[in-house]
């Protein structure tokens, strides 16, 4: 399963392409980090990151797109720029008949290291250790792009069934992390505070 992570910025977008197998081993295709300039217009910046997307988009061709989640935050500004760029990452994703999904940062960070609030600095260890790569891609937002892609190829892909099926699936074929994320789903859900995870 192909899959592009999109971690949405408007100055700094990062975009990764991973390749996941049947056995969740994950292959690196493509990582990129998209930037506009401040003292561009808005619709000029929007316009120069869409382009890089479509690029990306028709180099690789992905069989879904995965975006983190928005949330309110102090800075307006930030969540502005954040939600206009998902907005343009969907509606490229849409015009190409593309699954989109929406994770939050915790989500990822419980599928790719086990603890939903690990930090950059383990997202980004655990990114390389995964992908084989002798450091961590930089910069984070590079890093947050393949964390996404590889939490949706191994909470969607062919063989997500062992990890979300029944009692006796949990070790079938499952990383430490993806055991330690069912655990902590299934302990949510025992106790009612299980969020929904579709857009």
């Known amino acids: 399963m192909r899959v592009l992570g999109i971690d949405p910025g408007l100055t700094r977008c990062g975009v990764g392409v991973v390749d996941v197998a049947p056995d969740r081993s994950a292959t690196l295709v493509d990582v990129v980090v998209l930037r506009s300039p401040a003292d561009l ?8 990151i869409a382009e890089g997307l479509e690029a990306i988009l028709e180099e690789h061709r992905p ?16 969540i502005m720029g954040t939600a206009q ?10 015009r190409r008949e ?5 994770h939050t940062p915790s989500e990822v960070k419980a599928a ?11 997202v980004g260890a655990m990114v390389a250790r ?13 890093a947050d792009a393949l964390a996404l892609a590889i939490c949706h190829a191994w909470r969607s892909g062919p063989a997500s ?10 070790d079938a074929g499952a990383t430490p992390a993806q055991k330690a994320w069912l655990a902590a789903e299934r302990a949510a859900k025992t106790s009612g505070a299980a969020r929904s995870l579709k857009p």
């Open 130 to 142: 995964i992908l084989g790569l002798e450091t961590p891609p930089k910069p984070a937002d590079a």
């Open 112 to 122: 790719i290291t086990g603890y939903g609030r690990a930090d950059k600095k383990q």
């Open 63 to 78: 069989q879904a797109v995965a975006l983190e989640r928005v949330f309110a935050r102090s800075d307006v500004s930030t």
């Open 98 to 102: 593309l699954t989109v999904a929406l």
């Open 41 to 48: 217009a808005i619709e000029r910046r929007l316009l120069r």
């Open 161 to 170: 069934g062992a990890v979300h099926g029944g009692a006796g699936d949990i």
């Open 85 to 94: 760029i998902s907005g343009v990452a969907m509606h490229l994703a849409a």
